[in-house]
């Protein structure tokens, strides 16, 4: 056996030890105390030269503890010593990509959840991207975090489309990133992708999906079509239209107003709103209208 393999085992069974002995000495102060403990990855790396994947196990439990301890027993749940533990673990292990993705839903999460530092946390995966360049499950943890906890659109979407070209990656990334540039405006650029994924689809699923979604964006802009006849009218009227109807009776509209399914879009005249109808095979409960781009 060699001494390293010897070290490792030592400082295994010792970090139960000097866990209890650091709980014990901590207390109530514990978190203040805490910062003085901790040293950085490199100084890690220096002390345990070889066994820094070790080294990175105990201080991701470390983590792992001080989450829940601060989660179920912090009084003011700062989190505090959060990151910079966090660092230390995947300085010393860049590849340990459960510590960038459960790290960073510690501090995205909103407090008291989590520390409710969602720009911390997108900024721990995108450095997990970067020392894990072929990990396509990083890149769509990024975008994930970066659409829903920083309401990115655009980014998150950039961010899939790098993670659909690294090797093994599945296909439906691209998917994801043209439904999320669909919501956030960019409808052109949403039906650039969602047609050439129809036209590489054969016959199925895949290809019936995106047919759906190049309607759906069909649907955006007729809709916007319809409220800015809509405004028009009531900007002439000084009143909103009673009916889409009355729009062709004014001149304003010469085609059905229709989805691209054929069926009638809904309308409320107190709001002068437009919009797809529930009856439509394209509605879905966030079937609004949004503007056009």
Same mark, same amino acid.
């Given at each position: 056996?060699?001494?390293?393999?010897?070290?490792?085992l030592v400082c295994a069974a010792l970090?139960?030890?000097? $866990?209890?002995?650091?709980?014990?000495?901590?207390?109530?102060?514990?978190?203040?105390?805490?910062?003085?403990?901790?040293?950085?990855?490199?100084?890690?790396?220096?002390?345990?030269?070889?066994?820094?994947?070790?080294?990175? +196990?105990?201080?991701?439990?470390?983590?792992?503890q001080y989450f829940g301890g601060q989660?179920?027993?912090?009084?003011?749940?700062?989190?505090?010593?959060?990151?910079?533990?966090?660092?230390?673990? /995947?300085?010393?292990?860049?590849?340990?990509?459960?510590?960038?993705?459960?790290?960073?839903?510690?501090?995205?999460?909103?407090?008291?959840?989590?520390?409710?530092?969602?720009?911390?946390? /997108?900024?721990?995966?995108?450095?997990?991207?970067?020392?894990?360049?072929?990990?396509?499950?990083?890149?769509?943890?990024? #975008?994930?975090?970066?659409?829903?906890?920083?309401? +990115?659109?655009?980014?998150?979407?950039? /961010?899939?489309?790098?993670?659909?070209?690294?090797?093994?990656?599945?296909?439906?990334?691209?998917?994801? #990133?043209?439904?999320?540039?669909?919501?956030?405006? +960019?409808?052109?650029?949403?039906?650039?992708?969602?047609?050439?994924?129809?036209? $590489?689809?054969?016959?199925?699923?895949?290809?019936?999906?995106?047919?759906?979604?190049?309607?759906?964006?069909?649907?955006?802009?007729?809709?916007?079509?319809?409220?800015?006849?809509?405004?028009?009218? $009531?900007?002439?009227?000084?009143?909103?239209?009673?009916?889409? +109807?009355?729009?062709?009776?004014?001149?304003?509209?010469?085609?059905?107003?229709?989805?691209?399914?054929?069926?009638?879009?809904?309308?409320?005249?107190?709001?002068?709103?437009?919009?797809?109808?529930?009856?439509?095979?394209?509605?879905?409960p966030d079937s609004q209208p949004r503007?056009?781009?």
């Open positions: 056996m060699t001494w390293v393999r010897l070290a490792a970090v139960p030890v000097l $866990q209890m002995r650091i709980d014990a000495t901590l207390g109530r102060y514990r978190t203040t105390e805490e910062i003085l403990y901790l040293w950085s990855g490199e100084d890690v790396r220096k002390l345990f030269p070889g066994l820094e994947g070790l080294m990175a +196990d105990v201080y991701w439990i470390r983590t792992v989660r179920a027993f912090g009084k003011d749940k700062k989190f505090e010593v959060l990151e910079p533990l966090i660092d230390i673990t /995947v300085t010393l292990d860049p590849r340990f990509e459960i510590a960038y993705r459960y790290g960073a839903t510690f501090l995205a999460e909103p407090w008291p959840v989590g520390a409710g530092r969602p720009e911390q946390g /997108v900024r721990l995966l995108e450095r997990g991207a970067r020392a894990n360049p072929s990990s396509w499950f990083i890149y769509q943890n990024l #975008a994930f975090f970066t659409y829903y906890y920083l309401n +990115d659109a655009q980014r998150a979407a950039r /961010v899939l489309l790098e993670g659909a070209r690294l090797p093994g990656a599945p296909p439906w990334l691209e998917t994801l #990133a043209a439904d999320m540039l669909g919501r956030s405006g +960019d409808r052109e650029t949403a039906r650039t992708l969602w047609r050439r994924m129809f036209e $590489q689809a054969e016959e199925g699923p895949l290809r019936q999906n995106a047919r759906r979604h190049l309607e759906f964006l069909e649907a955006d802009d007729r809709i916007a079509a319809l409220q800015a006849r809509a405004r028009l009218f $009531q900007e002439r009227r000084g009143r909103n239209p009673e009916s889409l +109807d009355e729009l062709r009776a004014a001149g304003l509209l010469s085609g059905p107003a229709v989805d691209p399914t054929g069926v009638p879009f809904a309308y409320d005249s107190k709001s002068g709103t437009v919009s797809l109808s529930p009856g439509s095979r394209l509605w879905r503007p056009k781009s």
